[in-house]
């Protein structure tokens, strides 16, 4: 044992018999004991380290308790046989770096490799026209959230549990069927809302319940890329039907012949377009897809920034039929680490979504749900929705103003007024890349719209600008500089 | 016109053209103008209806822009031509009751009817046995946790924006990462920490990556039910292998003749019996699964809540290769609502992790994981850990003591010393649902362990009991009015 060097300090504020076990498990996990090797006897050992008996034998019983040693009647004490001598370099070497190959994935796992992740955040540009859609956050009534948090975590310890039902805080689901049924015409019961971690969730959840693999999925074209990873990740077979300015082309759709299983659309404005389904389309939509027996997924995108036009009610709200699945979020006009979106579920689906959520992560977390069932009935939420319209519709403006006075010809805005991003097109021989890599040189962040095309290429110089949390200065900078580029 | 009573109110704070449009939409919706009728000029309905021409003109722009009016040139506005009939009494009826038929599942979607919810909570009983995991919810250090969210919310901005890696925020990765360390004896860097939504949501993701239809999965038997819902829903096949005193029996995983992808076991203290898997059984298990190339999923639930002996390390850290994912969860050492636990996952598969976490809802929320950070590293954890671990040794004390004293022989305490629940066996002829229906009656909730058993019948007179949330008082009264129950 004197070879072992087992390290007992006896100033340290660990008791000797702790420090004695763990030495000594060390030397067995690395080796330095040998498996079925005799243990000096408790007393011998005492005597050796200089320790008491007592000492010795509790680092001796923890250690047979775990199997470490065994004792042999009328033997003594070994270090336990089972231990395979393979195992027992564990602790020793570092970790050493996995072959690729030893786990095999699911076919859903292997299919993520095409999802591209959003890149690491790098140095802070000057003025980031890449985050689209992101609210602005120094305008975020962030006083009234706290203390409406700080009010919500005092309720009652029932706030630490479980919740009475995984599709959310009723309190919550009852303020957001008022919120929809009043500024969105959709038709709900508070039973039929589901609370899930923003509208990511609510698509994966729904992707999970109705698609199988080789299911057809029709995607607006371009449109919301994140959404297209979920549906091929599901294993469905995308059909993309082209967007025009009064949104999805409903002739090419009809003209379908084979059978679809869902239709995804960002009906209040197109994602990344801007357009507005129109009222006929949406009749026509509802039609054909009670006559299908298709359902469709409303993503609800951007429904709150419409600036000069009363929104166009969700196609929900139009049809009695249990065809329509609707889907928002509070990313937009709340914030996105929030993580809280919403379903709206006909009557029959409640309980196996219920079933879902509760399998998938049970609930969402209850805080943030008291919090916001209180700022929606109190009034914050639409008064913060009404100052955020009219900043994002000045900041719009600017953009438009900008991009029109220093690129004139040389750019196109798609898309309606409405919404926190604009899709423009820059009529220019430079390819995204070059653009892109001399706007960071300057300071500005910008995105290609490639990855919402089916086909890459229709997406060649078309540009998601986001200026909702760029003030007017920042903006016009921006395009002075995209000018100059362009220029040159 | 006239017939149609369009209802509007010069007092109302509405803008009339406004009430006008609104009249006219809902006439149109439900069939009252019907399709393609003409409508009265702007300028004899103004004098109809004795508004101002600009009023009205301003709802008829409204109502051609988004496709409820239509103008043919030279003839004057009509009523649209595209709006289905069958579309049109949409607004008027109650929504109907949906047919069942009418959505069809998918595979995963109909699986999800075998899941069985907890049943929503009832009157509350007085003494409840059945939450067994339930923290001790007045125990918690709320003021502190309350003045780290305060904290965490005054940071800056960034804490409402989407984060800068899926996996998590950074600093509490890196606390997690030195607490596992430290004290379960894991070997993970940070970037192998990944935050989920509670150990719920990692058990999800990992059947998705790993689990195609078909595949097998060892279950330890009796075993964690939510486990073995998330398994079988995913469309795997389970395999049941028994657990005794030392965990799971490997001379029956051994046997096994059937190749299997993944073994779920809960090492520290096995759900439901409160077994703990032996060294020997760890390595001998870490061997199997290394030569078999199986994935072991490590639950290392309860591990925090020995109350007589050092914990044994965890699987994780006892091997250098990667064929353990770990898996913990905050829902029992903090509160459950949190919904935050991770995974430590081997470096080759951090980036598909990381593309499902962002594809399935993005990251997990901010504002608590910013706060969780500071909790661990200012010591609060640890702290909140050392004093639930007296606690809860007491109250299970008090459980033993009083199921001792008052049923004697009548009842049978399997498992160890160790953990937030008991697993019991009452002797008697009366069956579950009358024990459960009495104790009701007396304002006792229990619950049956039948549901831990892959064939329910053996877990026939066996309860599991919770009493880390009730004190001494109402434990010594719960079970003595089990005592009567069982007497009779």
Not at 165 to 191: F, H
Not at 372 to 400: C, K
Request: with cysteine; glycine share 6%; hydrophobic share 40%.
């Amino acid at each position: 044992m004197m070879d072992l060097a087992l390290k007992l300090e006896t100033t340290s504020t660990i008791p000797l018999h702790k420090q004695l076990y763990e030495e000594i498990r060390q030397a067995i996990l690395s080796g330095r004991l040998e498996s079925g090797q005799r243990m000096p006897s408790t007393r011998a050992l005492a005597k050796t380290l200089g320790l008491s008996r007592a000492t010795v034998l509790f680092s001796y019983d923890q250690l047979l308790s775990e199997g470490y040693l065994q004792t042999i009647p009328a033997s003594g004490t070994f270090v336990a046989c089972q231990l395979p001598d393979a195992l027992l370099q564990a602790t020793s070497p570092p970790i050493s770096p996995a072959s690729p190959s030893c786990i095999e994935l699911s076919t859903y796992g292997a299919a993520l490799a095409t999802v591209n992740l959003p890149p690491p955040p790098g140095q802070k540009p000057l003025i980031n026209f890449s985050c689209y859609g992101r609210p602005a956050f120094d305008e975020f009534p962030i006083q009234i959230w706290r203390r409406l948090l700080s009010r919500a975590r005092c309720s009652s310890t029932a706030i630490l549990d479980y919740p009475a039902d995984p599709l959310g805080y009723k309190p919550l689901r009852e303020a957001i069927a008022r919120y929809l049924t009043q500024s969105r015409a959709v038709r709900c019961e508070p039973s039929q809302v589901a609370i899930v971690n923003g509208s990511q969730q609510a698509l994966d959840l729904i992707a999970r319940l109705f698609l199988n693999r080789g299911d057809r999925v029709v995607m607006e074209d371009p449109g919301y890329t994140e959404a297209r990873y979920i549906f091929q990740v599901q294993g469905a077979e995308l059909l993309a039907v082209p967007v025009d300015r009064s949104g999805l082309v409903m002739e090419q759709l009809s003209a379908l012949t084979t059978p679809v299983k869902l239709v995804y659309v960002t009906p209040s404005h197109q994602f990344p377009t801007g357009a507005v389904l129109s009222l006929p389309r949406r009749l026509a939509l509802l039609a054909w897809a009670q006559q299908t027996g298709t359902i469709i997924l409303e993503d609800d995108y951007d429904s709150e920034f419409r600036y000069d036009e009363r929104p166009i009610p969700a196609l929900q709200g139009l049809t009695n039929s249990d065809s329509v699945i609707y889907i928002g979020t509070f990313s937009k006009v709340m914030f996105p680490s929030l993580r809280m979106g919403y379903l709206v579920i006909p009557q029959q689906l409640i309980s196996v979504v219920a079933r879902a959520k509760w399998l998938v992560d049970r609930q969402s977390p209850l805080l943030e749900q008291h919090a916001l069932a209180d700022f929606i009935n109190e009034g914050h939420l639409e008064s913060h929705i009404r100052r955020m319209r009219i900043l994002y519709a000045q900041r719009r403006r600017t953009l438009v103003q900008a991009l029109t006075q220093h690129l004139g010809n040389r750019v196109t805005i798609i898309g309606e007024n409405a919404g926190m991003n604009a899709l423009v097109k820059f009529h220019t021989d430079q390819n995204d890349e070059e653009i892109i890599a001399q706007a960071e040189q300057k300071g500005v962040e910008l995105i290609s719209a490639r990855s919402c095309y089916m086909n890459a290429e229709y997406g060649n110089g078309k540009f998601l600008l986001g200026c909702t949390d760029l003030n007017s200065e920042a903006i016009q900078e921006g395009v002075w500089h995209l000018a100059q580029i362009l220029k040159a």
